[in-house]
């Protein structure tokens, strides 16, 4: 498609990026530890990491990891909220080669066995919190280092020491594990430290993040993103942002958690790149404390995804905070609601930039102007060389207008190398042209923004989470008073979409109560089902498969 989106790039900002201008992820790190060595990094829970801290911090890690006799290539789980334990962990597990792979540490013990086992991760670094559900599975999975932390361990003392000791006796967040032979962060540092780090050499073909995204069969699959899809990804965030920003003085509100592909990226990789300070928030569930961490910030950054923004607003004392430094608001992950955008730009005096991405693009596709001013209803312009095509049914291209509507395709130097030892898949979602699928019905308007009007895909998306109804259904399912389920996407005003099972009962005793309590077992929170209806029958087509397009409209 001839690119007529770029008449509407703001001025200064490139048509097509220069790839080559770094080897990897690392080469970004320690030109940019080198170039801004004493601004402050990386903020959380009242301690500041500086540029030079996350150097050596980060380059001790990783000697532990070669120390252990780990290689380049291997597999290192990360399992932790926001911390700054994370930021160390995740740079020094890519400086020595290896691929990070990032755990959601609310993750049951059935998602974490599959995370693991496919994999194939033989370390992780994960917060004492969740070390309970690790001890279910890890006899069945390849890991042979058990690296653990509390989530005070980066802090000074005697702070240190009284933070640890009130999240585990007075709050009562780290439920009673053992599991034999673990090492602490500290002592990994401090094993590290002592150590020379061998330099490992990379190159934009070797691997960075195995990313995990559901997947249409209910199977999580690793996309596995290149040191080049990344700072491909990075340069073209960079080439939208520079008109705008000052390096290395802005502060970018971290709420978000890390191990998501849009914190990753757009927070925790692009603005260690441009020299900024990331604040991390490790619990963003608790408004009010967000709220009264941001009176305390001159904040210049803020992402999220519509529910955080739609949440800040109303909570109280959140229209009062200072406004004056923000620059940028930036929603992505879901569809970013009219009405909030409205609202955010009455209380903030911003407008709300709606971005999007997949976890198979790393993930920024497009992204509006930040010269916008009011909500448009658009995701965007496709950012520099990124090339969008619309395909019908047949696999024909489109043209522009809103009766030219197909698939949304993406090509361009940030879409994933593929899925993890899963050709077939991703088979399925490359065109032989070299385009990604994405699954969302789209047309390209006559100045060349992307208007999304439907999801060709069952995935439900709740607070920009994916979820995919098979793997709800197939939990749903192994419940012995279940006959039949389907599981759809609803419209809700929290987190824009939710969970609903339609079930047939086997047992007719059977109450939705104990249906949620059985998927609890087995699903993280945001893939429950909020709703639960009983049916006597499924819909379903002539040839048997469920029509989730009804229950839907139902």
């Known amino acids: ?37 004493e601004r402050p990094a990386y903020s959380n829970l009242g301690m500041t990491l500086r540029y030079r801290d996350v150097e050596r911090l980060s380059r001790d890690f990783g000697a532990f990891l070669q120390r252990q006799g780990l290689q380049k290539g291997d597999r290192i789980a990360l399992m932790m ?13 890519l400086r020595v080669g290896m691929v990070v792979v990032n755990v959601n540490p609310l993750y049951t013990p059935r998602e974490l066995e ?23 599975v890890i006899a069945k999975t390849p890991l042979k280092t058990v690296v653990m932390t509390q989530l005070g361990d980066l802090l000074p003392m005697p702070k240190r020491l009284l933070v640890n000791f009130a999240i585990k006796y007075v709050k009562k ?11 602490s962060f500290r002592a990994a540092l401090k094993a590290g430290s002592g150590q020379a780090l061998t330099d490992t050499p990379l190159g934009h073909d070797d691997l960075a993040f195995l990313q995990y995204t559901g ?4 199977v999580a699959k690793g996309a596995m993103l290149t040191h080049g899809n990344l700072v491909a990804n990075l340069q073209q965030a960079s080439a939208w942002l520079y008109p705008f920003l000052r390096l290395g003085e802005e502060v970018v509100i971290t709420a978000l958690p890390l191990y998501h592909i849009f914190s990753l990226t757009a927070n925790c990789l ?59 608001s930036l929603g992505g992950g879901m569809a970013v609601q009219r009405a909030v955008a409205e609202n955010w730009r009455q209380v903030t005096g911003m407008p709300l930039i709606e971005a999007y991405g997949l976890t198979e693009t790393s993930p920024a596709v497009c992204i509006n102007p930040l010269t916008l001013v009011d909500y448009n209803g658009s995701i965007g312009l496709p950012l520099p060389s990124t090339d969008v095509a619309i395909l019908d049914d047949e696999n024909r291209k489109r043209g522009i207008g809103e009766d030219q509507t197909g698939e949304l395709c993406v090509r361009g130097p940030q879409v994933m190398y593929g899925y993890w030892n899963r050709p077939e898949e991703t088979a399925k979602v490359m065109t032989d042209d070299g385009y990604l699928r994405t699954g969302d019905i789209a047309y390209v308007d006559k100045l060349g923004y992307i208007r999304i009007v439907d999801r060709k895909k069952d995935m439900i998306l709740v607070s920009g989470f994916n979820v995919y109804p098979n793997e709800v259904e197939d939990v749903v399912a192994r419940h012995p008073g279940v006959r039949e389920v389907a599981a759809v996407g ?18 007719p005793a059977l109450t939705a109560d104990a249906l ?11 893939k429950l089902p909020r709703r639960v209806e009983f049916r006597s029958e499924l819909p379903k087509s002539n040839v048997g498969k469920i029509l989730r397009r009804l229950l839907r409209d139902g």
């Open 270 to 328: 692009t603005f260690m790149k441009l020299g900024g300070e990331n604040i991390l928030i490790t619990n963003p569930r608790d408004l009010p404390g967000l709220v009264k961490e941001l009176s305390k910030i001159r904040f210049t950054i803020i992402t999220g995804v519509n529910t955080l923004f739609n949440g800040l607003l109303h909570v109280p004392g959140f229209a009062q905070l200072d406004f004056s430094t923000l620059k940028v």
């Open 490 to 507: 609803v419209p809700d005003e929290k987190s824009g979409e939710a969970v609903k099972i339609v079930v047939v009962k086997k047992d």
């Open 215 to 218: 997947g249409t069969t209910g």
């Open 114 to 136: 599959h995370q693991l086992i496919d994999s194939g991760a033989t370390a992780i670094v994960i917060a004492e919190n969740f070390a309970h559900t690790l001890q279910e």
């Open 516 to 526: 949620i309590a059985h998927c609890r077992e087995h699903l993280t929170g945001y």
């Open 173 to 183: 967040l780290v439920p009673a594990w053992h599991i034999p032979g673990t090492i």
């Open 1 to 37: 498609m001839e690119k007529i989106w770029l008449k509407e790039y703001p001025p200064g900002i490139p048509a097509e990026i220069d790839l080559n201008e770094f080897s990897s992820l690392k080469d970004i790190l320690e030109k940019s530890c080198a170039r801004y060595a």
């Open 81 to 93: 909220p926001n911390l700054l334990q994370y930021v160390v962990a995740v740079f020094g597990v």
